[in-house]
């Protein structure tokens, strides 16, 4: 009996601190776990779990030294019971009640450690915004689904998500209720995707959607459902918001390894395509948009000699009074032909302009050539309404003289200044606001037309509209696609069109396919429009073509050029 009583003491104190020691080695394991995975400061996470460990140690010291005196009481009970005192059998009970009450407080902290470590576990893989999994959690399901993939069959598909001008938000009506926006927002991409794929937030306003045992054909239905969806308006806290959301969609291929990162990687590339596009789309990659690849090295290469080459055309686009059919436009777009791959379309080397910076080169030659053919077909059909629409980049807009290489071309060309419009994009202007309404008004000064290109993908804002010296506004296509069909569109067709017919500023709708379209845009009275129903973008002789039989048809069509 003496022996097994002073054993007792010593196998109970090794438990509580071995499961101290465990609750420790969990906590700090998810704390590192978290930190590293997610690829952020290790602090935080490791001081929530050497404060719960602190915790655990704490109440185990207590419990330890009540257990201490407890067990030493009973032991001496039993020792004097042992030797023939009847009256230790009290105190004995007595001490075996204080371990008794010991025991069911220690079986309640242990429930409590155990409730801790669950919730430190949650919190290692949850983001505390929005209660999505966070970076850590998505990277870890993202490993396994590629390493299951070849078992399971089908591929892996990862789809990066951005919110475009998110900041314009956070700047405006402050973090507060960009926090907000973000959390309704997950609600509604969870919702879209639904419970079967996983939906992360990995910072800021990037979110990630993991899609395993899929094709190609599901993947681009999601994506598309995700754009079209996060269009709809957002309430949040007083207020109606408008984003939009640019997708990069990157997927695995079948006997192809690859890699979470290498995927990661590639659907950001893609989503980085998606911006420089226009926003509010997705854009699956392609190894061609890599810029660190061989192909994309020389085409980079090519594109810096291509105006010196001759490379570089324009094709013209015409732009149609609604109401009558006439042809009352045009609007400029350049097209690179390679002398070895042939036309390269401009969404594959746009955005590579842009961010290597030989855009502003590139946007002076078509302004030069657009002017320039411009002013020539003038000569020869005078009695055409030639009014010629160029997009000006963000980077050239921001050009300190912007105004004087305008004014420039005007002058050597002879175009009539009223007949070239400038198509400026939202984002160009937003981010400093008061600078480029300064410098809208001086090309405005200059008789030039005004556009802003894409409306409704943007900040689109009453609160600055009204301040610019504007002539038109080009609805963007993707509000153009379902109109009388789908409701939400054609509700922001409508609204684009009140608002600019309020401010007495023209609206051309961009994209029309289908005399259903065309309809539905006269009877909201817009005046202006363009897209395959009219005809596709033409090179300059075949455009030129189109002239002289539209030309012919007008009266008194005699007195056309040569």
Not at 192 to 221: C, N, S, Y
Not at 329 to 342: F, I, N, P, S, Y
Not at 521 to 537: D, E, Y
Request: hydrophobic share 45%.
């Amino acid at each position: 009996m003496p022996n097994r009583t002073r054993s007792f003491r010593p196998s109970l104190a090794a438990v509580l601190y071995g499961l101290a020691a465990l609750s420790t080695a969990a906590a700090v394991g998810f704390a590192l776990l978290a930190s590293s995975s997610a690829e952020t400061a290790a602090g935080p996470a490791i001081a929530t779990a050497l404060c719960a460990s602190a915790f655990v140690f704490a109440s185990v010291r207590v419990v330890g030294r009540r257990v201490a005196r407890g067990s030493q009481s009973l032991r001496l009970a039993l020792d004097a019971f042992a030797t023939g005192d009847m009256g230790a059998r009290a105190d004995a009970r007595s001490g075996v009640r204080e371990i008794d009450a010991l025991a069911e407080s220690f079986n309640s902290m242990a429930g409590r450690v155990a409730q801790s470590t669950r919730r430190l576990a949650h919190e290692a893989f949850h983001d505390t915004l929005t209660g999505l999994p966070n970076r850590a959690y998505f990277m870890s399901r993202f490993r396994a689904a590629l390493a299951e993939s070849p078992i399971k069959g089908g591929c892996v598909a990862v789809l990066c998500l951005d919110l475009d001008r998110f900041k314009v938000i956070n700047d405006t009506l402050g973090h507060a209720v960009g926090d907000e926006l973000l959390s309704v927002l997950a609600i509604r991409l969870a919702s879209i995707v639904g419970p079967e794929r996983i939906v992360a937030r990995l910072g800021g306003d990037e979110f990630t959607v993991l899609m395993d045992q899929t094709g190609e054909g599901e993947v681009a239905a999601t994506a598309q459902r995700i754009v079209e969806a996060l269009r709809r308006s957002f309430n949040v806290a007083g207020h109606e918001l408008f984003v939009t959301v640019s997708v990069g969609v990157a997927m695995s291929q079948r006997g192809v390894s690859s890699s979470a990162n290498d995927l990661l990687r590639k659907a950001d590339i893609a989503l980085y395509r998606a911006k420089g596009d226009g926003a509010s789309r997705f854009v699956v990659f392609r190894p061609e948009l890599d810029a660190h690849s061989p192909d994309s090295l020389e085409l980079e290469s090519g594109l810096r000699r291509a105006i010196d080459r001759g490379e570089l055309v324009l094709h013209y686009q015409p732009e149609i009074e609604l109401a009558t059919g006439d042809m009352i436009g045009m609007e400029a777009l350049v097209r690179w032909q390679h002398g070895q791959r042939g036309l390269i379309s401009p969404a594959q080397f746009i955005p590579m302009a842009e961010e290597t910076g030989e855009i502003v080169r590139i946007g002076q030659w078509v302004l030069d050539e657009a002017c320039r053919q411009t002013a020539e077909l003038l000569r020869r059909f005078p009695d055409m309404p030639l009014c010629v629409a160029v997009n000006v980049s963000a980077r050239e807009f921001r050009q300190p003289d912007i105004v004087r290489r305008v004014a420039s071309v005007l002058a050597i060309t002879g175009l009539p200044p009223h007949l070239l419009e400038l198509e400026i994009t939202e984002s160009a202007v937003i981010d400093d606001l008061n600078g480029a309404i300064d410098t809208l008004n001086r090309l405005r000064d200059l008789g030039v037309r005004l556009a802003i290109d894409d409306f409704g993908t943007g900040y689109s804002s009453l609160s600055y509209l009204h301040r610019m010296p504007l002539t038109t506004l080009k609805i963007d296509r993707s509000f153009i696609k379902d109109v009388g069909t789908d409701r939400t569109p054609s509700a922001v067709a409508r609204a684009i069109v009140d608002v600019a017919d309020a401010l007495g500023i023209e609206v051309v709708a961009e994209g029309i396919e289908t005399k259903e379209q065309l309809n539905y845009l006269r009877m909201l009275r817009c005046k202006r429009g363009q897209g395959f129903l009219f005809s596709k973008p033409l090179d300059l002789d075949s455009f030129t073509r189109l002239i002289e039989h539209r030309a012919s048809r007008r009266p008194g069509a005699g007195a056309t050029a040569a």
